[in-house]
T-cell receptor, first 110, second 115 residues
Framework: GQQLNQSPQSMFIQEGEDVSMNCTSS?????WLWYKQDPGEGPVLLIA?????ELTSNGRLTAQFGITRKDSFLNISASIPSDVGIYFC??????????FGGGTRLMVKP | GAGVSQSPSNKVTEKGKDVELRCDPI?????LYWYRQRLGQGLEFLIY????????KSGLPSDRFSAERTGESVSTLTIQRTQQEDSAVYLC?????????????FGPGTRLLVL
C-alpha cells in the first residue's frame, strides 16, 4: 500500500526548544493530518490541512501542506514536557483512505 | 458526550485461539474504521464501514480477520486462529461521514498479546 516517510523517527527535546518533523510521499495527497498519541491512548487530531501551501497554527503548533502536495511539516515552538509523545502524519491520496506515517517519538533529554 | 470506546482494553490469548474485539463509535457517526498498530510502528488500515454500504475490506491482512457492524452502531473485529504476529494494538475510529474532511476520532485501543 501507500507509504509515508516520516522523520525523524525519534528525537530528544529540552524544554523550551523548537521541534520540527516532516512527512514525504511519492504520491499526491488531498489532505494532510497530524495526530499525537499519548501512551495507552488513541491518536488525537492536532491539525488538518486541505489545500496545497496551506499554513495552519494551533497554539504552539504550526503545520504546512507542501505546494507539491507530496509533503508536510509540523513545528512545535517552545516545547514543554507534555509535548512528549508520538506524532503521526496521515495523508489521503485522491479517492483513497488515510495512510499513516511511522511516527516521530518525542522524548525529554535526561 | 462519550467518545469512541473499545473493549477489552487488554487481551492475552494463546496461539490458535479466536478473539473478538469490540468498538462502540460516537453516536451518530456513520463511518467506522479499524486500524492495527504494531509496537513502535504507525497505523495500518484494516477495514472501514460507511452506513449500510458494503465495507472496504482491502486492508485485512488475511482471511483469519473479519469484521462486522450492526447498522451504524457497534462493530466487532474477529481474529481466528491467532498467530503471534497478530500481537498489536487494534484501534477503532469513527467519523461523522466518510469524507477526507471529516475528523476521525480514535478509541483507546485493544492491546492484543498472542502467546
Amino acid at each position: 500500500g501507500q507509504q509515508l516517510n516520516q522523520s525523524p523517527q525519534s528525537m530528544f527535546i529540552q524544554e523550551g526548544e523548537d521541534v520540527s518533523m516532516n512527512c514525504t510521499s511519492s504520491s499526491i495527497f488531498n489532505t494532510w493530518l497530524w495526530y499525537k498519541q499519548d501512551p495507552g491512548e488513541g491518536p488525537v487530531l492536532l491539525i488538518a490541512l486541505y489545500k496545497a501551501g496551506e499554513l495552519t497554527s494551533n497554539g504552539r503548533l504550526t503545520a504546512q501542506f507542501g505546494i507539491t502536495r507530496k509533503d508536510s511539516f509540523l513545528n512545535i515552538s517552545a516545547s514543554i514536557p507534555s509535548d512528549v509523545g508520538i506524532y503521526f502524519c496521515a495523508g489521503q491520496p485522491v479517492g483513497n483512505m488515510l495512510t499513516f506515517g511511522g511516527g516521530t517519538r518525542l522524548m525529554v533529554k535526561p | 458526550g462519550a467518545g469512541v470506546s473499545q473493549s477489552p482494553s487488554n487481551k492475552v490469548t494463546e496461539k490458535g485461539k479466536d478473539v473478538e474485539l469490540r468498538c462502540d463509535p460516537i453516536s451518530g457517526h456513520t463511518a467506522l474504521y479499524w486500524y492495527r498498530q504494531r509496537l513502535g510502528q504507525g497505523l495500518e488500515f484494516l477495514i472501514y464501514f460507511q452506513g449500510n454500504s458494503a465495507p472496504d475490506k482491502s486492508g485485512l491482512p488475511s482471511d483469519r480477520f473479519s469484521a462486522e457492524r450492526t447498522g451504524e452502531s457497534v462493530s466487532t473485529l474477529t481474529i481466528q486462529r491467532t498467530q503471534q504476529e497478530d500481537s498489536a494494538v487494534y484501534l477503532c475510529a469513527s467519523s461523522a461521514r466518510l469524507r477526507a474532511t471529516e475528523t476521525q476520532y480514535f478509541g483507546p485501543g485493544t492491546r492484543l498479546l498472542v502467546l
